[in-house]
T-cell receptor, first 113, second 108 residues
């Protein structure tokens, strides 16, 4: 399978715990994006990388959220001190630099109890 | 940001055509997209249209773009039960701005 992959697919955690999600983009895609989707809503942009550089962060990305893409390949999204409001589907997408079409992974569904 | 507007629900009979409408906000969007999401899954890119086009056809899918009114539509011909899903339109560049999605229900 050469699509975008995300792990884990599901995560249940208790409020206050830290969680980390991983995204592996389509190989050779140098842009990688994170979105959050809550129930009944469309995805909302969080941040994106071009290679290892994080080029933009949405105001939705509070200080408790941090994303990295250290070698310009896979990316991790960490949420510290999770809150119930963080419960959502976290989606990763990738694209080539000069191609606007983004391809999405299956998402990681987070439930904070 | 401003909201991309979509009707929330559409029900059609199998074999009929479905038309899903969207009003977008950013007239400078170079591309406009339609994504499909099945229950519990990620988003599947269905099709997209370049902003200097009025229409794009791709097998059973037809996209119409009215730039003056910032209106985008997706027509699915010969709708099948497997087309039941949520359809999102999206605008802008790298930071896609999505509507809330239209739930399409196809009944036998």
């Amino acid at each position: 399978d050469t699509g975008v992959s995300q792990n884990p697919r599901h995560k249940i955690t208790k409020r206050g715990q830290n969680v980390t999600f991983r995204c592996d983009p389509i190989s050779e895609h140098n842009r990688l994006y994170w979105y959050r989707q809550t129930l009944g809503q469309g995805p909302e942009f969080l941040t994106y990388f071009q290679n290892e550089a994080q080029l933009e962060k949405s105001r939705l990305l509070s200080d408790r959220f941090s994303a990295e893409r250290p070698k310009g390949s896979f990316s991790t999204l960490e949420i510290q001190r999770t809150e119930q409001g963080d419960s959502a589907m976290y989606l990763c997408a990738s694209s080539l630099k000069n191609v606007r079409t983004q391809y999405f992974g299956p998402g990681t569904r987070l439930l904070v109890l | 940001g401003e909201d991309v507007e979509q009707s929330l629900f559409l029900s059609v009979r199998e074999g009929d055509s479905s038309v899903i409408n969207c009003t977008y906000t950013d007239s400078s969007s170079t591309y406009l997209y339609w994504y499909k999401q099945e229950p519990g899954a990620g988003l599947q890119l269905l099709t997209y249209i370049f902003s200097n086009m009025d229409m794009k056809q791709d097998q059973r899918l037809t996209v119409l773009l009215n730039k003056k009114d910032k209106h985008l539509s997706l027509r699915i011909a010969d709708t099948q039960t497997g087309d039941s899903a949520i359809y999102f339109c999206a605008e802008k560049g790298y930071a896609l701005n999505f509507g809330k999605g239209t739930s399409l229900l196809v009944t036998p």
